[in-house]
């Protein structure tokens, strides 16, 4: 495709400005079709007892739950990283602002948020899935460290990756709780997953506006976000050995991200057939182009290492 004459940036100001309307009427939609739901009726209390301490109850101890293991390191995670609400709330706040259609979603968001760690939290020491005195470690250590955004420089880039990583953590949540071993983990991620959805649909629909707003800006921007992704939960206690754990157990891995996350958005707004582009726009989508076709070749070798991985240990548990 041959490029159109370069178009003059607009700046963020006016890109904000000029996205409040879209913002307004996905802010609406959303209200209309997110149904309310209760975090207390998805825990199962009668799972629950007193634990050592000052209460004198049982210790916790693993076999008391029947989490399989990739489900028990992958909750964790996915609740580490709901955990740091906070400090995304500061994030897009900032960016976003607090004011008008914006500012109403930020704190909408935040609150929706909110429940998934209420109800994960709730779902693990009721059902003592987790040391608990490890998680509330963990959390104090994830929240003290916080979280800075690799996008708080651009409200496009923000946008472009929330919309990415909305439906990343909808199918981490769904593929925990399928991995899970427990129906009834399943079910409350199931929900959990569905807010998730709605969240990716929000963003998606703002990202596509600002594709006819500023076509190739947005393009620049979808394009850094995809080549540089990563996870919210990078900076938490163990990470890269939970990540290991999670990307074998088939909960989130290459080929999930690639297919499962980054395909169905760009399919959807059919980034890679998006003309009428200047040369930026078209040189950021070619990077994309051939940054996807990498990636593809990667998740192909993850593949076969997980199948070899995977066979190994069979063997050896027949054996
Ligand atoms: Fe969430
Ligand atoms: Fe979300």
């Known amino acids: ?24 009427r996905e802010l609406d ?25 000052p209460l004198g109850g049982e210790a916790w101890s693993v076999e008391q739950s029947p989490l399989t293991e990739v489900g028990r390191v992958s909750l964790v995670v996915n609740l580490l990283t709901e955990d740091n609400l906070p400090s995304y709330h500061h994030e897009i706040a900032t960016l976003f602002g607090r004011d008008g259609a914006w500012g109403t979603w930020v704190h909408q968001w935040t609150a929706e948020e ?54 990343a953590t909808r199918i981490s949540h769904r593929n925990t709780g399928r991995e899970s071993g427990d129906p009834v983990c399943d079910r409350m991620l199931a929900q959990v997953a569905n807010d998730e959805n709605l969240h990716m649909v929000f963003y998606r629909n703002l990202l596509k506006a600002a594709l006819e707003l500023a076509p190739d800006q947005a ?10 992704f ?4 990078h900076g938490m206690p163990g990470f890269e050995r939970a990540a290991a754990r999670i990307a074998l157990g088939g909960v989130y891995n290459l080929r999930v991200h690639h297919d499962d996350v ?13 003309g009428g582009l200047g040369p930026d726009g078209l ?16 998740a192909g070798r993850f593949d076969e290492r997980r199948a070899a991985i995977l066979a190994r240990r069979a063997a050896r548990a027949d054996g």
């Open 114 to 167: 909110a429940r998934h760690s209420i109800v994960l939290r709730d779902y693990l020491v009721a059902s003592r899935a987790v040391d608990p005195a490890e998680l509330e470690r963990a959390r104090m250590t994830h929240m003290s460290s916080g979280f800075v955004s690799d996008n708080r420089h651009s409200p496009l880039h923000t946008v472009a990756y929330v919309a990415f990583q909305e439906l």
């Open 262 to 274: 980054l395909q169905p958005v760009l399919r959807h707004l059919r980034i890679m057939d998006l």
């Open 230 to 233: 990563r996870m919210p939960g």
């Open 1 to 24: 495709m041959s490029a159109t004459p370069a178009r003059p940036p607009l700046s963020d100001a006016r890109l904000l400005h000029d996205l409040e309307e879209v913002v307004a």
């Open 283 to 298: 040189r950021a989508q070619q990077e994309l182009g051939a940054h996807l076709a990498e990636l593809a070749a990667q």
């Open 219 to 228: 393009m620049e921007a979808v394009k850094e976000v995809v080549t540089g």
């Open 29 to 53: 939609r959303h209200l209309r079709v997110f149904k309310e739901w209760m975090p207390h009726e998805y825990v199962p209390w009668s799972r629950g007892r007193d634990f050592a301490g």
